[in-house]
């Protein structure tokens, strides 16, 4: 498999080229330069979920990685979830099931990428005597993620930005009580957005990433989205579903990389009708779809706060789909969108994308009424932004077509909203914040790349 940028200036990477730099040196995404076609009734007869994993991963990385030691690194990751099973399922209404992805070390479905990558690059950094310094900026959830999986590696750093007072104290706690020489927990006096921006500009400044062996795992970085493909397939295969029945998903979405791997599964070959981009206020992606405008505006803060983004990064992917692969095209509404904060398709393309993709915003009020009512009428409980995905689901599933809906993470890490809501404390919630004890440990910035240039500079090693 080779790779390309969105944008034209890089083609015919190997997929470990692309795992290394995470961003383009034009400022472009990497891509596949084709789809691989799954046969998917083949893969109904696989039920174990590291085995789905590397069926559906391999494709993608080729002859880089041999067969069985993908097969080694894959079966460790997974090995690292708690429940017997990898993912479960909780159906609430007949057709109406959550999907949980929250079994992991960290409580969100970013462990499923996190927990994979760094053994990944491990495997490469062993091969070669190398160390590497990664660079993440997250809006709560890929960052505990990320430290977490790094944590155990001898071969990696991991300076992880996180926008002030705008994640959970869980989230927080997470972060910054993982004691490590290789961890350092950067808090920016800014957005997500900004904090995304420090880490865009230090990766495009290709003379300082190489020098201080720089890479980046948000989630722009093709890898995340090749290894979130897979839960797609497994809710299908284990859901016992009859060949007639329409299938969506509904998916809370912030950055666009959850639903853009479902994106991929139906141009592998998942028998899926619509993707459902549940959004909160930051509403950029349900304003493109009402309207064909794609339009920057300022971040509203929420209480799911792993979606507060301006700009959905992996978004750029499915417009270079839209605009037929077309680097010159996909490079001129990027500009257009760097100069104007704005860009539109045509009507044409607008109506491309809602042949898979439909959108729903949900207010805070409603996140707040769903989980309360769901907690009455079901005794579960929901963290916010799942609760996204069943009020999108909902509103838009008028036919009783079969909806899943991503449980994106464990309500422990939004206990404040949840307990707000539930109107009660939640049973595990010292239990849970127990595993965080340590004092809490992190730097704390302005919002300017400079200081964190001079951490990396600092602590770097090679
Ligand atoms: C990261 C995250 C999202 C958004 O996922 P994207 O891939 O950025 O669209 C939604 N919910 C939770 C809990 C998250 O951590």
Redesign the pocket.
């Known amino acids: 498999m080779k790779y390309l940028s969105t944008r034209g200036g890089e083609k015919d990477l190997t997929f470990k080229d692309i795992l290394f730099s995470g961003l383009a040196s034009d400022g472009g995404l990497y891509v596949p330069d084709e789809w691989p076609q799954i046969d998917y009734n083949a893969l109904k007869k696989i039920d174990s979920y590291s085995e789905l994993a590397l069926e559906i991963i391999y494709p993608f990385i080729g002859e880089d990685i041999k067969k069985s030691e993908l097969k080694s690194l894959i079966d460790n990751a997974y090995a690292k979830f708690s429940k017997s099973k990898i993912i479960t399922f909780k159906n609430l209404k007949q057709r109406e099931h959550i999907v949980e992805l929250f079994n992991g070390p960290t409580l ?3 462990d499923f990428a996190m927990q994979l990558i760094v053994p990944i690059f491990d495997y490469y950094l062993l091969q070669e005597n190398k160390k590497l310094n990664l660079i993440v900026a997250t ?4 960052g505990s993620a990320a430290i977490n999986a790094v944590h155990q590696s001898s071969k990696i750093n991991i300076f992880c930005l996180f926008p002030k007072g705008r994640i959970s104290d869980f989230q927080k706690k997470q972060m910054t009580t993982v004691h490590g020489d290789n961890i350092f927990p950067i808090e920016v006096d800014g957005t997500f957005d900004d904090c995304q921006n420090i880490v865009k500009s230090i990766l495009v400044d290709r003379d300082f990433s190489e020098e201080f062996s720089i890479a980046a795992v948000n ?1 722009i970085n093709w890898s995340r989205v090749m290894i979130q493909i897979v839960y797609y397939f497994y809710t299908l295969i284990n859901n016992n579903i009859s060949e007639d029945e329409i299938i969506n998903f509904s998916v ?8 853009y791997a479902g994106y991929v599964g139906i141009k592998m070959g998942l028998p899926v009708n619509k993707l459902i981009i549940a959004t909160n206020e930051n509403d950029i992606l349900d304003r493109f779809i009402n309207s064909g405008s794609y339009s920057i505006e300022g971040v509203t803060k929420t209480t799911s706060p ?2 507060d983004i301006a700009i959905a990064s992996n978004f750029e992917r499915l417009l270079f789909d839209l605009l037929q692969r077309s680097s010159v095209m996909t490079s001129e509404k990027m500009n257009e969108l760097k100069n104007n904060r704005s860009f539109s398709v045509t009507k044409e393309q607008s109506n491309l994308v809602k042949k898979t993709f439909s959108s729903r915003k949900i207010n805070q009020n409603e996140v707040n009424d769903l989980i309360k009512e769901t907690y009455k009428e079901f005794n579960y409980i929901m ?1 916010p ?1 799942t609760a996204i995905g069943l009020g999108a689901s909902r509103v838009l599933n008028e036919r009783g077509d079969n909806n899943f809906i991503l449980g ?2 464990h309500p422990i890490k939004f206990s404040d909203t949840v307990e707000k809501a539930i109107g009660h404390p939640m049973q595990s919630t010292n239990e849970f914040f127990e595993m965080y004890k340590n004092e809490e440990k992190f730097y704390s910035f302005m919002n300017s790349a400079e200081e964190v240039r001079k951490v990396i500079k600092d602590n770097y090693s090679k």
């Open positions: 969100a479905f970013k809006s709560g959830d890929t989630s809370p979405t912030g950055n666009f990389g959850d639903i792993s979606m963290d932004h994106t993470a």
